[in-house]
């Protein structure tokens, strides 16, 4: 187990961290205009992160263990059909909603 001081030192430190993380782009570009090719590289950040966020949850799953689901499986193509169309508010309501609905059936 960590001492009590690591443990301060080390939110302290994941505190200030996280502070010059956002405050490099809301304290120092906050009331800027960007520059067009920056605003070009931003837009795909969403689209670069989003899937890296629920693929090992959708391939290794701790629920199972580890093991490929098809559920998941399943309900990550309805949602990525929905999600071509450009609906990103549809595409999770459509993961979601298959997911729920086989989980319910099986």
Request: no cysteine; proline share 5%; hydrophobic share 60%.
């Amino acid at each position: 187990m960590i001492d009590d001081t690591a443990f301060w030192l080390l939110t302290l430190g994941l505190g200030l961290g996280t502070f010059a993380i956002r405050f490099s782009f809301l304290g120092l570009l906050g009331g800027r205009q960007l520059p067009d090719w920056a605003l070009l590289h931003l837009r795909y950040v969403g689209v670069a992160v989003f899937p890296a966020l629920f693929t090992p949850l959708v391939l290794w799953p701790d629920a199972t263990g580890g093991d490929m689901d098809p559920v998941r499986i399943i309900a990550a193509i309805a949602a990525f059909a929905v999600g071509l169309k450009g609906s990103v508010i549809g595409a999770i309501i459509a993961g979601m909603g298959t997911f729920y609905a086989l989980h319910f059936l099986t």
